[in-house]
């Protein structure tokens, strides 16, 4: 059965270092999501992706994130200068249809 | 905005039982879809069960069933005959008819015990 995948699955990082978290949606797939979690709180919404372009971001996505498809199959989230705060699971989601199927998330721990 | 609510962080029940846990959320959409994800400890993000809200019967997938009441704008989740591999976080999530993104609660911790 197809699922998504991400690498790495934990990251450790300095505070104000770049990270590159990346993600292989199912292949079929045309609508593309990134979310976080905090431990112990709910999951949040960052960016949408559709047709090459963001669809939707919330307030989180601010100017430090950027997101990209570079070749077909994968789909990155980039923090440019991350901060104590950025400390999360960071879930990948792809969309056929309906259903969003999450990939196992990455955790990102700066220091 | 849309919001969604879940009014139980933690539960417990036996294994065999039946469980219910709640999910309220707020919207002015009339086109919308519903859906429960279970959050093991692994923490991978698995969907359960899902809802569309212009389909009046309420779905139900083996042992896993939900109450939709769209005018109170509720969704439970049943887990009947619970088991050991039940136990996890379970989010309720809204999605839009005219977005895509999933709007989570806040989740239920649930047990079940031998």
């Known amino acids: 059965e197809p699922e998504v995948t991400q690498t790495p699955s934990h990251q450790v990082t300095q505070m104000g270092q770049e990270v590159i978290l990346r993600c292989v949606p199912i292949?079929?797939?045309?609508?593309f999501y990134w979310y976080r979690q905090i431990l112990g709180q709910k999951v949040e919404f960052l960016v949408s992706?559709?047709?090459?372009?963001?669809?939707?971001k919330s307030e989180i996505f601010d100017d430090q994130f950027s997101v990209e498809r570079p070749d077909g199959s994968n789909f990155t989230l980039k923090i440019r200068s991350t901060k104590l705060e950025d400390s999360a699971m960071y879930f990948c989601?792809?969309?056929?249809?309906?259903?969003?199927?999450f990939g196992p998330g990455t955790r990102l721990t700066v220091t | 905005a849309q919001t969604v609510t879940q009014s139980q962080p933690e539960m417990s029940v036996q294994e065999a039982e039946t469980v219910t846990l709640s999910c309220t959320y707020d919207?002015?959409?009339?086109?919308?879809?519903l859906f429960w994800y279970k959050q093991p400890p692994s923490r991978q993000m698995i969907l359960v069960i899902r809802?569309?809200?212009?389909?009046?019967q309420n779905a139900t997938e083996n042992r896993f069933s939900v109450n939709f009441q769209k005018a109170a704008k509720s969704f439970s989740l049943k887990i009947s005959d619970s088991q050991l591999g039940d136990t996890a976080m379970y989010f309720c999530?809204?999605?839009?008819?005219?977005?895509?993104?999933?709007?989570f609660g806040k989740g239920t911790k649930l047990s079940v015990k031998p």
């Open positions: 989601a792809s969309r056929g249809r309906l259903v969003q199927y």
């Open positions: 292949s079929n797939h045309l609508y």
């Open positions: 992706f559709y047709n090459n372009e963001i669809s939707e």
């Open positions: 919207t002015s959409e009339s086109n919308y879809y």
């Open positions: 809802q569309e809200a212009y389909k009046q």
């Open positions: 999530a809204f999605m839009g008819g005219s977005q895509g993104n999933l709007i």
